[in-house]
């Protein structure tokens, strides 16, 4: 980790050239003090060397690399006055080169920030990029740029269309509300669309544009999707899932097979429903009537700390690969201290489940190149004579486990009754956290955590049977009350109810990638995703612990478990550039 550190900061140090509002990049960059200290820094997921970063955007695979943009403050690593895309290239999503910022402020559809946007590949394998501008009136303006040169598969710079913006805050929008356009589609009229969220009168929305050359664009009477008092909707994605398959889809791809999700984020969540689009009346009819709100009732990505997520189609492998911002739970004085801020999720491949009703994330299978020293166990029994088990063999605060969990002996009368209709799943974990007995559960897992468990994470399950739908429901927690003892730390709970049939079948799986400061957990295959922020004083690096635990007043076994240390991706410079030497 020291030596990939040290790397990644000369990297930036070196390829930093361009113009910023009138300052030199170069200048400002310089390597955070106690680099070598520190141990929040993550060994896998996608993180700059050094300063604030936010949103991905506009992913996407060309000429066989992959590409990762993301929102960057070059000055700090606190979010400025000045935000610019990061641009980074890979050929495995895994190991990445850090190339020059993409796009920066340079004309005045942009002169005070380039924000987020999407990649859309036209026909003939062009790229075109749709960002949002603030220009020097501070109005969200849309903009456009495509590479330079398309011979050069890293697509290093890149050129603004000379008529930005092409799009500017329609009436009774405020000019601060209205940002983030989507990967636009082909309808079968031939007419491209895109979609921007806005907010009117506290009402957010998703205002679909339509265009023959993408260039000039015409608003449509009516959002594609909208909700009240929802405020302002930010990076909305609307792409195809085809039933019956885990495959990815074209943005323009249609047919009766092919159901279409929305996603908005707002109040700090990434919501999304599925329903039925039709292009030749621009309506957006979702499924069981379940409109996006904000309500215990509507969907989300991940039940944790996740947001602004951005997906693509990966065409190389039929599969579209899902991007997430992990903002920091540390307070600003340490990110500024520690001199970064922000990490993305590891890219999670994404389908419709069986029922048609929800989406499955699964970290993409490129992640097994890192595995290393695999840990298995089965039939190991948790109950209240030995409650608790270290797993070893594995580098605990860089690791991928997978471990399923046999319930013993449920019936409806053991176990706790509950009514989830009306249950806030995020104040049961907190009320009922990982110390709180039940019948079946909490049990799951003690990540980063002292040996003596003073600090701990805790990944469990707990069920409870409802009277009311007649059926075993199924909790799912990220208890972060103990994660650290550190103060000023945001420790808030996480917690959702993961569709399992224990009926007809007693067993659950978790799934969960640690990273020093990140732990993504993916329930039961991946229909539950809760990420959280970790900041443990004592357990980090060779002192964190991984346990197995059940501190419910039932025996659960683990059926299986494999466990795996994970190497350090690769993150380099760009050989092209020259040193900052």
């Given at each position: ?427 049961l974990c907190t009320e009922r956290g990982a110390s709180s007995k039940g019948a079946f559960g909490p049990f799951g897992l003690l990540a980063m955590a002292s040996k003596d468990r003073e600090e701990q994470t805790a990944i469990f399950f707990r069920v409870f049977y409802d009277q009311k739908i007649k059926r075993y ?109």
């Amino acid at each position: 980790m020291k030596s990939l550190v040290s790397i990644l900061a000369l990297c930036f140090l070196g390829i930093i050239g361009t113009e910023a509002a009138g300052r030199n990049l170069k200048d400002v960059i310089s390597l955070p003090s106690q680099r070598f200290q520190q141990p929040y820094r993550t060994g896998y997921h996608f993180q700059p060397p050094n300063n604030w970063m936010n949103d991905p955007n506009g992913p996407m695979l060309y000429e066989g690399v992959y590409h990762f943009f993301y929102q960057y403050n070059p000055y700090a690593a606190t979010f400025g006055d000045v935000i610019i895309w990061g641009h980074a290239v890979s050929y495995d999503l895994v190991n990445w080169i850090h190339l020059d910022p993409a796009i920066y402020p340079t004309h005045e559809a942009d002169s005070k920030s380039c924000w987020s946007g999407s990649a859309t590949i036209l026909p003939g394998n062009i790229p075109m990029m749709l960002y949002t501008g603030s220009d020097s009136k501070s109005r969200q303006v849309q903009d456009l740029a495509w590479p330079k040169n398309l011979s050069d598969p890293f697509l290093r710079e890149w050129v603004k269309y000379e008529h930005n913006p092409i799009i500017t805050p329609p009436d009774g929008v405020k000019d601060d509300c209205f940002r983030d356009p989507s990967t636009a589609w082909k309808g079968p009229d031939g007419l491209w669309r895109m979609v921007v969220g806005a907010d009117r009168d506290n009402n957010g929305m998703a205002y679909v544009y339509q265009s023959t050359d993408f260039k000039t664009w015409t608003r449509y009477d009516h959002p594609l999707s909208s909700a009240e008092a929802t405020g302002t909707w930010e990076c909305p994605d609307f792409y195809p899932v085809p039933l019956n398959s885990t495959n990815g889809l074209d943005t323009s791809t249609y047919s009766g097979s092919v159901m279409h999700v929305m996603k908005a984020g707002f109040q700090g969540h990434d919501w999304y429903t599925i329903g039925t689009y039709s292009p030749d009346r621009e309506n957006f009819l979702p499924q069981n009537g379940l409109r996006l709100s904000g309500s215990n009732l509507d969907l989300r990505y991940d039940y944790g700390n996740f947001y602004a997520s951005k997906s693509f189609f990966d065409d190389s492998k039929n599969r579209r690969v899902l991007w997430g911002w992990i903002p920091e739970s540390d307070s600003q004085e340490d990110d500024i201290e520690k001199g970064w801020a922000g990490l993305q999720s590891f890219p999670r491949a994404v389908w419709i489940d069986r029922s048609g009703s929800q989406l499955i994330q699964w970290p993409v299978e490129e992640i097994e190149t890192l595995r290393q020293n695999e840990v298995k166990l089965e039939n190991k029994k948790l109950d209240s004579a030995s409650p608790v088990y270290e797993i070893q063999g594995i580098t605990a605060s860089q690791a991928d486990v997978t471990i399923s969990f046999k319930l013993e002996g449920l019936t409806i009368e053991d176990t706790e009754h509950l009514d989830t209709t009306s249950a806030d799943p995020q104040a049961l974990c907190t009320e009922r956290g990982a110390s709180s007995k039940g019948a079946f559960g909490p049990f799951g897992l003690l990540a980063m955590a002292s040996k003596d468990r003073e600090e701990q994470t805790a990944i469990f399950f707990r069920v409870f049977y409802d009277q009311k739908i007649k059926r075993y429901s199924v909790l799912m927690c990220s208890d972060l009350s103990r994660s650290t003892v550190r103060s000023n730390i945001d420790t808030t709970s996480y917690g959702a109810f993961v569709d399992i049939d224990l009926q007809n079948n007693n067993e659950i799986s978790l799934r969960n990638l640690i990273d020093h400061s990140i732990i993504e957990s993916f329930g039961e295959e991946g229909k539950t995703c809760i990420t959280s922020r970790v900041y443990p004083k004592f357990a980090y690096n060779e002192d964190a612990h991984l346990f197995a635990f059940n501190n419910g007043t039932r025996s659960v076994t683990i059926s299986k478990m494999s466990a795996w240390s994970m190497k350090d991706a690769e993150f380099v410079i760009d050989q092209t550039v020259k040193s900052a030497a």
